[in-house]
């Protein structure tokens, strides 16, 4: 792909907060997308999750259309026959009391925010202003001024500042540390149960129990964020149940909106929900009728085709068919369910380069941290479709070694 007038324009005027790579899409059906030259590719990266269903799953789609004839947005001043059926279904298939829906997962993780900090002057007795909030080195909980002032990312931060205060980080997969940080000021513990854009990083066993354990005993919330690890993509419907967790506070998003719109929602207990009061929180269109239409379907889908059985099934294959690859470049493979990330060697090769490639050979995915490529796929992906995506990373693969053995001989 060489430039065009899409790219041209959008680098014209579209503000460069990302360096997409050069491909342009036009349409999409299920694991596929195509560029406007017609090739066709095999989405790997499933916009960071938000695509778990398939491009226009037909069923999502169908919802979509019907409840926008009917009734698309009317802010939540006034109820809908949409909104509480959406919110208590999703309370009962993750085990929380109550919902408030938010648009995009950064939303759903402000409203955790207030809502940990509230809880904790209001029920647990935190003196004003004291409240601290503890989450992780290499979390990555969204964009929002006060989300980056706690991420350990740098370029995150960069010429953000001041930050608002309240936050302590400690060392990911270390429940020891969660430990020794806990204050009679601490309100909860924010945190991933594996990190995506951390470089798909998963703690070893038994981590986020201790987690837990640990908040029961000391009265500090436990927040999940699973807006990536949430919804079938782990193979389980929330990665926290890997290890039967039941967090007393849940953020949703990307796939909750079925790949069509923005639909995010923080869950939690109650005790702790029952902090929020008319007029403390809002948002404009969280909780569309249309939304709620949406993201009803999107549960629907997964829990009716049995997504969350199939990712499991085809992440094991999908991690299994990785680990097979042999190639030097490769450092590592890891990953859960349908969340599979391959770590290069980038002294021998650009991840950019990389994609690129293998955006040449028909495969869509991106880098995460730099060194790690992310095979997550729509859950709906087939077996075949797995073969054949291996046949290409492999081909990709090949290319690379044959290229950088030849500039060593070169040299
Ligand atoms: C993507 C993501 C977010 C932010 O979601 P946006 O919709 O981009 O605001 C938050 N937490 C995690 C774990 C994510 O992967």
């Given at each position: 792909?060489?430039?065009?007038?899409?790219?041209?324009?959008?680098?014209?005027?579209?503000?460069?907060?990302?360096?997409?790579?050069?491909?342009?899409?036009?349409?999409?059906?299920?694991?596929?997308?195509?560029?406007?030259?017609?090739?066709?590719?095999?989405?790997?990266?499933?916009?960071?999750?938000?695509?778990?269903?398939?491009?226009?799953?037909?069923?999502?789609?169908?919802?979509?259309?019907?409840?926008?004839?009917?009734?698309?947005?009317?802010?939540?001043?006034?109820?809908?026959?949409?909104?509480?059926?959406?919110?208590?279904?999703?309370?009962?298939?993750?085990?929380?009391?109550?919902?408030?829906?938010?648009?995009?997962?950064?939303?759903?993780?402000?409203?955790?925010?207030?809502?940990?900090?509230?809880?904790?002057?209001?029920?647990?007795?935190?003196?004003?202003?004291?409240?601290?909030?503890?989450?992780?080195?290499?979390?990555?909980?969204?964009?929002?001024?006060?989300?980056?002032?706690?991420?350990?990312?740098?370029?995150?931060?960069?010429?953000?500042?001041?930050?608002?205060?309240?936050?302590?980080?400690?060392?990911?997969?270390?429940?020891?540390?969660?430990?020794?940080?806990?204050?009679?000021?601490?309100?909860?513990?924010?945190?991933?149960?594996?990190?995506?854009?951390?470089?798909?990083?998963?703690?070893?066993?038994?981590?986020?129990?201790?987690?837990?354990?640990?908040?029961?005993?000391?009265?500090?919330?436990?927040?999940?964020?699973?807006?990536?690890?949430?919804?079938?993509?782990?193979?389980?419907?929330?990665?926290?149940?890997?290890?039967?967790?039941?967090?007393?506070?849940?953020?949703?998003?990307?796939?909750?909106?079925?790949?069509?719109?923005?639909?995010?929602?923080f869950l939690a207990r109650k005790d702790v929900?029952?902090?929020?009061?008319?007029?403390?929180?809002?948002?404009?269109?969280?909780?569309?009728?249309?939304?709620?239409?949406?993201?009803?379907?999107?549960?629907?889908?997964?829990?009716?085709?049995?997504?969350?059985?199939?990712?499991?099934?085809?992440?094991?294959?999908?991690?299994?068919?990785?680990?097979?690859?042999?190639?030097?470049?490769?450092?590592?493979?890891?990953?859960?369910?349908?969340?599979?990330?391959?770590?290069?060697?980038?002294?021998?090769?650009?991840?950019?380069?990389?994609?690129?490639?293998?955006?040449?050979?028909?495969?869509?995915s991106k880098e995460t941290h730099e060194t790690?490529?992310?095979?997550?796929?729509?859950?709906?992906?087939?077996?075949?479709?797995?073969?054949?995506?291996?046949?290409?990373?492999?081909?990709?693969?090949?290319?690379?070694?044959?290229?950088?053995?030849?500039?060593?001989?070169?040299?």
């Amino acid at each position: 792909m060489i430039m065009n007038h899409f790219i041209e324009q959008e680098q014209q005027y579209c503000a460069h907060n990302y360096s997409p790579l050069p491909v342009v899409l036009t349409h999409g059906k299920g694991v596929y997308v195509w560029d406007d030259q017609d090739k066709r590719y095999m989405d790997m990266m499933s916009a960071y999750s938000a695509v778990s269903f398939g491009h226009s799953n037909p069923r999502i789609l169908k919802a979509l259309q019907t409840q926008a004839e009917k009734l698309g947005v009317v802010s939540r001043a006034f109820y809908t026959d949409q909104l509480g059926r959406f919110v208590a279904h999703t309370c009962k298939l993750t085990g929380m009391d109550m919902g408030l829906p938010m648009n995009t997962g950064a939303e759903a993780v402000e409203t955790a925010l207030k809502a940990a900090r509230k809880w904790a002057y209001t029920i647990k007795g935190v003196e004003e202003n004291k409240a601290e909030i503890i989450v992780c080195d290499g979390n990555f909980h969204g964009r929002t001024i006060s989300i980056i002032a706690f991420s350990s990312e740098d370029q995150y931060r960069d010429g953000y500042g001041p930050f608002p205060p309240g936050f302590v980080r400690i060392p990911y997969a270390n429940s020891q540390a969660l430990l020794q940080t806990i204050t009679p000021n601490t309100a909860a513990f924010l945190v991933e149960p594996i990190q995506g854009e951390g470089g798909i990083l998963v703690p070893p066993k038994g981590y986020l129990e201790n987690c837990a354990e640990i908040c029961r005993s000391n009265n500090v919330l436990l927040f999940c964020d699973e807006i990536q690890t949430g919804l079938g993509r782990t193979g389980m419907l929330l990665a926290s149940q890997h290890e039967n967790v039941q967090p007393d506070g849940l953020m949703l998003g990307k796939a909750l909106g079925g790949g069509l719109l923005p639909v995010s929602m923080f869950l939690a207990r109650k005790d702790v929900m029952e902090v929020f009061k008319p007029g403390d929180h809002g948002s404009t269109f969280g909780g569309s009728p249309l939304a709620a239409a949406v993201g009803m379907e999107a549960l629907n889908v997964l829990v009716e085709d049995g997504l969350i059985p199939h990712a499991a099934e085809m992440g094991e294959y999908l991690l299994q068919e990785l680990q097979r690859i042999d190639s030097p470049l490769i450092i590592s493979v890891r990953g859960k369910g349908l969340l599979t990330g391959l770590e290069i060697d980038t002294a021998q090769v650009s991840a950019r380069d990389f994609c690129l490639a293998l955006a040449e050979n028909g495969i869509l995915s991106k880098e995460t941290h730099e060194t790690v490529i992310r095979f997550a796929p729509p859950l709906i992906i087939t077996r075949q479709q797995i073969d054949w995506a291996i046949e290409q990373i492999t081909k990709t693969f090949d290319q690379f070694e044959y290229s950088t053995r030849r500039k060593v001989v070169k040299a």
